[in-house]
């Protein structure tokens, strides 16, 4: 049977960590779909940026929380940190073995080897984050900036 994937030849999944193959893991979304034992991934990559970006617990141990949400590449830091000056990775892969499950989430309950890992750097992105008073006061106590 042929599978239709219109014009979407790659899809992104971005991450804080490298590896060289991306494996499926359990997700813990907001609702059913957003909660499966796969690999998430998106056909526009600034989409995925928000999950490549090293958001920490605070503190950084296991007491410690992490609250953020984002929406078509913005991200809102509600609790945790970001180093302005860390790095993060996208994985672009082919779209045969990923199903499309809603606007702009694909699937794979399959590991998949990447064609390309983009290295990016956090301050090329800042722009894109919003820190609630919290997480605004934790990241300057931590890093030190103005």
């Not at 490298?18 to 056909?43: M, Q, T, W």
């Not at 956090?122 to 919003?130: A, E, K």
Request: hydrophobic share 35%.
């Amino acid at each position: 049977m042929q599978v239709d994937f219109g014009n979407v030849e790659y899809l992104y999944h971005g991450s804080q960590y490298l590896f060289d193959v991306v494996r499926p893991h359990k997700a813990y979304g907001e609702n059913g779909s957003c909660s499966l034992f796969a690999i998430y991934a998106s056909d526009v990559l600034d989409w995925v940026i928000p999950f490549a970006l090293p958001i920490r617990w605070f503190p950084d141990n296991p007491s410690g929380k992490r609250i953020f949400t984002c929406n078509e590449g913005r991200t809102t830091i509600d609790y945790g940190s970001l180093d302005p000056h860390g790095i993060g990775y996208v994985y672009k892969m082919k779209v045969e073995s990923f199903t499309k499950i809603d606007n702009w989430q694909w699937i794979s309950e399959r590991e998949v080897v990447p064609d390309e890992i983009i290295r990016i750097q956090v301050y090329d992105y800042w722009h894109t984050v919003t820190f609630s008073r919290e997480a605004e006061k934790i990241n300057r106590e931590l890093y030190k900036y103005q």
